[in-house]
């Protein structure tokens, strides 16, 4: 089955500083991946769409230029969280669609702890 | 009104029975429907997809979509205390881009 491998999985960085987070496919290519933050007891909230060699579509109430999204191949997006702050210490898991059906599921990666202090 | 609803839980059943999971949606042209189970601390992980009305079933899982009633369920047999998890319902809407994901709800499997 499709593999999407996050890193790392656990990151804690003092407030101020940037930390970026890799999500790859490891078994096919994926042209779109998806990025999503989960709060504790909360549900998956979509951040933004990782589009391969395009800007990112980011949803609304997500900061662009706080939250940058680099898709430059078909199995490599990252996301960098920059100038962190406490607030944005969450769960953040990256998922990636293996065919271009619309029907086709989503995987998810490990996920990323953000801990800023 | 959220995209897609869950009852938060959480529910509990004893092992060995049958737990009914239930998700509604607000997107009438929504066309694809998943579950996914997620551990505490962990990432989801994908039990099933439907996408045509009716029953669908894998091992001890059974999905069910009714789209006019904008309704899908998991029925879970022979419960296992292993299957205490969070089971979240995502919803694929009109365009079959997005996915959006319920609150889920939390199912807990007493020994």
């Known amino acids: 089955g499709a593999v999407v491998s996050q890193h790392p999985s656990r990151v804690i960085c003092k407030s101020g500083t940037s930390v970026k987070i890799e999500c790859r496919s490891l078994d096919f290519q994926a042209t779109t991946m998806f990025w999503y933050r989960q709060f504790p007891k909360q549900s998956l909230m979509l951040m933004a769409t990782?589009?391969?060699?395009?800007?990112?579509?980011?949803e609304q109430g997500v900061e662009k230029d706080k939250f940058l999204i680099n898709h430059a191949s078909l199995t490599l997006s990252t996301l960098t969280v920059t100038s962190a702050h406490p607030e944005d210490s969450s769960f953040y898991i990256c998922?990636?669609?293996?065919?271009?059906?619309?029907?086709?599921?989503?995987?998810f990666g490990n996920g990323t702890r953000l801990t800023v202090t | 009104q959220k995209e897609v609803e869950q009852n938060s839980g959480p529910l509990s059943v004893p092992e060995g029975a049958i737990a009914s999971l239930n998700c509604t949606y607000s997107?009438?042209?929504?066309?694809?429907f998943f579950w996914y189970r997620q551990y505490s601390g962990k990432s989801p992980e994908l039990i099933m997809f439907?996408?045509?009305?009716g029953d669908k079933e894998d091992g001890r899982f059974t999905a069910q979509l009714n789209k006019a009633s904008q309704y899908v369920s998991l029925l879970i047999r022979d419960s296992q205390p292993s299957d205490s998890a969070t089971y979240l319902c995502a919803v694929r809407g009109t365009g079959g881009f997005k996915t959006i994901f319920g609150a889920g709800t939390r199912l807990f499997v007493k020994a």
């Open positions: 990782s589009n391969e060699g395009s800007k990112a579509t980011y």
């Open positions: 998922s990636a669609r293996e065919g271009a059906l619309y029907n086709s599921p989503l995987h």
């Open positions: 997107d009438r042209g929504s066309q694809s």
């Open positions: 439907i996408y045509s009305n």
